[in-house]
């Protein structure tokens, strides 16, 4: 009966990740095939010849780089469940420790490029998604072209304004229309590959090798389009915690890739027969009275594409912002059952301006192809470097092994790193910009953290003595209540204690010293929330455990400690934080310009009392000023 029920579970995995996992790269062939020939940077004429080289470099990409990489083994280098650049590095970090500071730093450096390059990919995703599958109306008729633009516009609008409702009831038919989607893109392979079934020799390398050695630099640069076929491999890994690899792997094999590998011959076949059909092979690959349907279901699978990728930003922003590289912003429950449904409304509204600025200022899906692919080229590389340190560490691959299996990967990544980077002038330096300021923001927050914490250190004093001669002092007055003083160092005085007793002169009977930890895992175990230490005259240290993937709910975590001795009333608690005013100074830390930066990230982020759920009408903020 288990084993029945554990195969019903995984046929929905595999439905579920079919709609969520597999939108950004099942909506390629809308465009990827096209590009290799009509780019204004390598013009290379459709002859039977090109048709077979380029067919062959697709092919074998997709087996190298999605099936061996991704399916195969990064599959594997999960977090505790959880995949995706940021889950990676946090992997990393804490296998390195204090004890190794440099390679710490290094992975931590490599894991912010990674999101914010992501965030690049964030905002090119929708826009050409959406703009070639609504391009398809031009096939139909030549009059829909001056509507294309504006329908794609009106389209992005409703997705992001639909956000906030949460996608839970959506989601739940994602899955079989992309299930219809792949099964479309398969038998119009076939439809097509009938006409010239010898486009299968593509299947053969020699195709691929013979290309590049005989046309040189511009099959070099093809492979920038080539890359196309495989933008949306790094969800694989990022999505893998909401579904688990197994039904990852089956959906990439019994679907994804038949369907893929059939609809990309197919177009093959029609451009031996109809070179001229290189406008649009995709829409032209379909008898005419499916124009109009197809267009229909591609425009509604790039939306679902750019669904998935627009969830994705919602929840690598939570898991920066729970590993501390990120400031703190609202997020919102969209689900009470799926606790990844989460809304994040700066994020939103930040990207739907983004998107839709990409839409008017580019206007054609061919001109948006020149920005992308670099953001997604660079999020591979450090994904593989991330992996190659993972291997050596965590699953004791000897040297040789890990360079023999990944740097022929590595070298054939930074082939099509290079082969974007061509593409810089013609849009390229639009998702870099991007993501240079998106990681300018992460480091600058995440140093000015440090930075803090070292002020804190400094000028900290040690909580055991300080508390010792506190409770001794007959002098000061007991309050018969309990308060809990929140703070990120759980060995110091917290500055909301201190200024309490300069004002108030008074300490509450039960005293609790609270401490969030995040830990370098998705999630902490109930059992493991919090860790309890009785101090001197009623007063207690409390740390409490989240991991990056949790919303950390201090009065919920705060209940456990019933189970260590510490019993508190929710309604006599009152929670009391230090809210800092930061002083940029000149020859201080960083350069002032980023101090300035810091200090108007760290005044705009999410209340302290907001971000750990403390109950508003029990809440107590004493301000200092700290100079930066």
Not at 41 to 55: E, K, R, V, W
Not at 239 to 252: E, N, S, V
Not at 400 to 422: K, Q, S, Y
Not at 615 to 622: A, G, H, K, M
């Amino acid at each position: 009966m288990s084993h029945g029920n554990e195969q019903v579970s995984t046929r929905a995995l595999t439905l579920a990740a079919l709609g969520v996992v597999f939108g950004d790269i099942g909506t390629s062939p809308l465009y990827a095939l096209k590009e290799a020939f009509t780019q204004e940077s390598h013009p290379l004429p459709p002859t039977p010849d090109n048709i077979l080289g380029i067919l062959s470099l697709i092919v074998w990409t997709l087996l190298i780089v999605v099936t061996f990489k991704y399916v195969v083994l990064v599959l594997r280098a999960d977090n505790h469940g959880e995949g995706g650049v940021v889950a990676l590095m946090a992997r990393v970090i804490h296998r390195a420790g204090d004890s190794r500071p440099r390679k710490r730093a290094f992975a931590i450096a490599l894991g912010l490029a990674g999101a914010a390059l992501f965030y690049g990919d964030g905002v090119i995703t929708p826009a050409i998604s959406v703009l070639s599958a609504v391009e398809g109306l031009e096939v139909a008729t030549p009059a829909a072209t001056r509507f294309v633009v504006p329908i794609t516009v009106v389209i992005l609008v409703g997705l992001f304004f639909v956000q906030k409702h949460g996608t839970a009831k959506v989601g739940q038919v994602f899955g079989p229309i992309l299930a219809l989607w792949f099964s479309v893109l398969f038998l119009l392979g076939l439809y097509n590959i009938g006409r010239h079934p010898e486009v299968l020799l593509a299947v053969s390398p020699h195709y691929a090798v013979r290309f590049l050695i005989e046309h040189g630099t511009i099959g070099f640069l093809a492979l920038g389009a080539v890359f196309l076929t495989v933008t949306g491999a790094e969800a694989l890994y990022a999505d893998m915690g909401h579904f688990g690899a197994r039904p990852i792997r089956i959906a990439w094999s019994c679907f994804v890739l038949p369907g893929l590998l059939s609809c990309y011959f197919g177009q093959g076949a029609l451009l031996m027969s109809e070179p001229e059909a290189i406008r649009n092979p995709f829409f032209l690959s379909a008898p005419d009275w499916a124009i109009y349907p197809l267009v229909g279901l591609a425009t509604v699978a790039s939306v679902i594409a750019s669904q998935a990728l627009i969830s994705g930003v919602y929840s690598v922003t939570r898991e920066m912002i729970q590993l501390g590289v990120c400031p703190r912003i609202s997020i919102q429950h969209t689900s009470g059952a799926k606790m990844g449904q989460i809304y994040v409304p700066f994020m939103n509204w930040t990207l739907m301006v983004l998107v839709l600025a990409v839409v008017l200022g580019f206007r054609t899906s061919s001109n948006l192809a020149g920005a992308y692919g670099i953001a997604v080229s660079m999020t591979m590389v450090i994904t593989s470097i991330l992996a190659f340190s993972l291997v050596r560490r965590d699953w004791k691959w000897p040297t040789w092994v890990a360079v023999l299996v990944w740097g022929p990967l590595l070298m054939i990544e930074l082939a099509f790193l290079a082969a974007n980077a061509t593409k810089i002038l013609d849009g390229g330096w639009f998702p870099l910009l991007f993501g240079g300021f998106i990681f300018m923001l992460l480091s600058t927050w995440r140093r000015g953290r440090e930075l803090l914490r070292v002020r804190s250190e400094d000028e900290g004093i040690p909580l055991e003595p300080f508390i010792e001669g506190l409770v001794a002092d007959p002098g000061l007055a007991r309050v018969p209540s309990e308060a809990v003083f929140l703070s990120p160092r759980s060995g110091a005085v917290p500055r909301a204690l201190l200024h309490n007793l300069k004002h108030n002169m008074v300490l509450h009977e039960t005293t609790v010293f609270a401490s969030v930890v995040f830990m370098p895992q998705p999630r902490v175990q109930a059992a493991q929330r919090v860790l309890v230490e009785r101090m001197a005259g009623g007063c207690w240290r409390v740390k409490l455990f989240f991991g990056f993937m949790e919303d950390p709910d201090v009065p919920a975590a705060l209940e456990w400690c019933a189970e260590q001795e510490l019993a508190l009333d929710p309604m006599r608690v009152s929670y009391f934080l230090s809210r800092e005013t930061l002083l940029p100074t000149e020859g201080e830390g960083m350069a002032l310009w980023r101090e300035r930066v810091f200090e108007f990230l760290f005044r705009n982020a999410t209340s302290a009392a907001s971000f750990f759920k403390l109950p508003p009408n029990r809440v107590v903020e004493l301000g200092s000023q700290i100079a930066i």
